[in-house]
């Protein structure tokens, strides 16, 4: 599909009910998603594009999507969810000026061996965070399949992942970055961002892989984030992640304005 506008909606689900994403582009072309409201037990809106060798035949990426305005709860999941299922590609997703109450997670990428496929330019900024697990939340062992035809030597390329301007509020995780060993998450970029642990010492106190960041098989810079991140993500001064500063197509699109009279 191609050409799509979601527009002012509201989508509700009890917050524990699995499988019930609130919007969900497979493979999907030119597609705007702004002033929405959702209450979800899965993905408030999670991007697609086919599953395994099944995605990677067909072999249509997801793209050019804007997605503005969102407000989201969803306790057991992603505000933005890209993938697991990314096998025919997700590239040029633009993400601004959103709302995440009481969620899993912001914008979370997932992947697995067998996928093949690619995820890359993915640009986030502007998000409003409260009551979160996760802030930044990257999984490459998301590894359920369709079948056992998959091929165990499709790797899911990770490249291009840009994040700025975020303000989040009693949070457990700042970061959970988990590539694929032999296979990492390439060019990460974090800017200006935020974070406001719910219980600093506690978790300070707690093992390793409990602290504020979590960092495996990953790669990229950050700058003006607080707390400081792992290792694998280091400062770099006087960095702004890029945003993209020309418009979609499908931004440019407006509603008719009918008129009505009795």
Same mark, same amino acid.
């Given at each position: 599909?191609s050409?799509?506008i979601v527009?002012? &909606?509201?989508? =509700?689900a009890?917050?524990d009910?699995? *499988?019930?994403?609130?919007i969900?582009?497979?493979?999907?072309? *030119?597609?705007?998603?702004?002033?929405? !409201?959702?209450?979800?037990?899965?993905? #408030?809106?999670?991007?697609?594009?086919g599953?395994?060798?099944?995605?990677?035949?067909?072999?249509k990426?997801?793209?050019?999507i804007?997605?503005?305005? &969102?407000t989201c709860?969803s306790p057991?999941?992603?505000?933005?969810? =890209? +993938?697991?299922?990314?096998?025919g590609?997700? $590239?040029?997703?633009?993400?601004?000026? =959103?709302?995440?109450?009481?969620t899993?997670?912001?914008?979370?990428?997932?992947s697995?061996v067998?996928?093949?496929?690619?995820v890359?330019d993915i640009?986030v900024?502007?998000?409003?965070l409260?009551?979160?697990?996760?802030v930044?939340?990257?999984?490459?062992?998301?590894? $359920?399949?369709?079948?056992d035809?998959?091929? %165990?030597?499709? &790797?899911?390329?990770?490249?291009?992942i /840009? !994040?700025?301007?975020?303000t989040?509020?009693?949070?457990?995780i700042a970061? $959970?970055l988990? +590539?694929?060993?032999n296979?990492? !998450?390439?060019?990460?970029?974090?800017? /200006?961002v935020?974070?406001?642990?719910?219980?600093?010492?506690?978790v300070?106190?707690v093992?390793?892989?409990? =602290? %504020?960041? *979590?960092?495996t098989?990953?790669?990229?810079?950050t700058? *003006?984030v607080?707390?400081?991140p #792992?290792?694998?993500l280091?400062e770099?001064?006087?960095l702004? #992640?890029p945003?993209?500063?020309?418009? &979609?197509?499908?931004?440019?699109v407006?509603?008719?304005?009918?008129s009505?009279?009795?």
């Open positions: 599909f050409n799509i527009n002012g &909606l509201t989508i =509700l009890p917050v009910s699995p *499988n019930t994403d609130g969900n582009p497979d493979s999907c072309t *030119n597609v705007r998603i702004e002033d929405n !409201y959702i209450v979800s037990g899965d993905d #408030c809106i999670a991007i697609k594009s599953w395994d060798e099944y995605g990677i035949k067909f072999g990426p997801s793209q050019k804007i997605i503005r305005r &969102l709860i057991d999941s992603a505000m933005i969810a =890209l +993938g697991s299922e990314m096998s590609g997700i $590239q040029d997703v633009r993400a601004e000026d =959103l709302t995440a109450i009481n899993e997670s912001a914008v979370r990428i997932k697995a067998g996928r093949g496929g690619f890359k640009f900024k502007g998000l409003n409260n009551t979160m697990k996760y930044f939340w990257m999984t490459g062992s998301y590894g $359920q399949h369709p079948d035809k998959f091929d %165990p030597k499709a &790797l899911p390329k990770i490249n291009g /840009n !994040y700025r301007d975020i989040a509020k009693n949070v457990t970061g $959970q988990e +590539g694929i060993s296979d990492p !998450y390439t060019g990460i970029c974090i800017s /200006n935020t974070i406001e642990m719910s219980n600093v010492e506690k300070e106190k093992p390793k892989k409990k =602290l %504020p960041w *979590n960092c098989d990953v790669s990229g810079v700058s *003006n607080v707390p400081q #792992c290792a694998l280091p770099k001064e006087k702004e #992640c945003y993209p500063s020309d418009k &979609l197509a499908i931004e440019s407006k509603f008719k304005t009918c009505f009279k009795r």
